[in-house]
């Protein structure tokens, strides 16, 4: 397959323009931004989205700008875990206006742009089932106006709430060369701890982004009759280097996802606020440490 400067003639296009006006584009808009984080798995299932969501409420109760960028094109859910599902996104030649919670985070979300909340996402091809040999390019080039386009402000901290699978965080890196580190979220079985040794080595030794550290999510439930810990993985493989955080399971976390509210406003004093809380921390403590 030829690259784009392979191609001798585009039909008048401007293919490579247009690429390089919206890198030009991001890049501006992010100038304003102090910290550019990726949250990923590597594997589903573990809660990353849930723990974005509430990080970056975190962040802000601690006096923090935050934006956040649903980098999950196809499985959009952080707009309707952060509150702003129905937010009319606003448009004007400066760019778009996010969506923005009750706690002053700015949102952008595939979800924004769909009627129906059981509207799938389709690429445009010949057929559906051709679609899939340019989805990520599509993909990225979405991502890429999600960042570019949108009037994000000045920010402390920008989040990317990345997709599942080891080969996200490359084009996140193509795309913010400048990324300014990674946060990574397992839970503690086996099977998930397999995968995630892999996320961090793309991002350590092949991508050499700074790994903020790991957060176990899940990592145990606390009993409701004598407050001792129980776990909820049966597994002899011990945790990961790094970790920032073991966050127990506490359904209230769940449900507030669900309804759109905040778990670490609403329920600040709980195991699972205050191991979040200390997330947020640790990454504050994080940027102060790293050399400028």
């Not at 989205?49 to 649903?70: E, F, H, M, R």
């Not at 599902?85 to 595939?110: H, Q, W």
Request: one cysteine or more.
């Amino acid at each position: 397959m030829k690259t784009y400067k392979e191609l001798p003639d585009d039909a008048g296009s401007n293919i490579i323009g247009q690429v390089a006006a919206q890198s030009d584009r991001l890049q501006k808009r992010l100038a304003a931004v102090k910290h550019t984080v990726a949250i990923m798995s590597g594997k589903g299932g573990v809660g990353k989205s849930a723990i974005t969501a509430n990080l970056a409420a975190a962040l802000a109760l601690k006096g923090n700008a935050v934006g956040v960028v649903d980098a999950d094109i196809n499985g959009p859910s952080l707009a309707k875990m952060m509150g702003v599902r129905n937010a009319a996104l606003e448009y004007s030649p400066a760019g778009v206006t996010p969506a923005v919670n009750t706690l002053g985070i700015k949102v952008i979300s595939m979800d924004l742009l769909l009627a129906e909340d059981e509207a799938p996402v389709l690429w445009n091809a010949h057929t559906q089932k051709d679609a899939f040999t340019w989805r990520t390019t599509m993909e990225v080039g979405a991502l890429r106006e999600f960042i570019g386009d949108t009037e994000w402000g000045v920010l402390d901290y920008l989040l990317l709430d990345l997709p599942p699978g080891t080969d996200k965080l490359p084009n996140v890196v193509e795309l913010l060369p400048n990324l300014s580190g990674v946060l990574v979220v397992t839970i503690p079985s086996e099977v998930s701890q397999f995968i995630v040794k892999k996320s961090l080595a793309m991002a350590q030794h092949i991508l050499n982004v700074p790994v903020i550290g790991v957060v176990e999510n899940m990592a145990f439930h606390i009993c409701r009759h004598c407050g001792e810990k129980e776990p909820l993985f049966s597994t002899d493989e011990p945790c990961l280097e790094g970790r920032l955080a073991s966050i127990p399971f506490d359904a209230k976390l769940s449900y507030c996802s669900d309804k759109g509210t905040s778990y670490v406003r609403e329920y600040p004093n709980t195991p699972a606020s205050l191991a979040l809380t200390k997330v947020a921390e640790n990454m504050q403590h994080f940027f102060k440490e790293a050399p400028q």
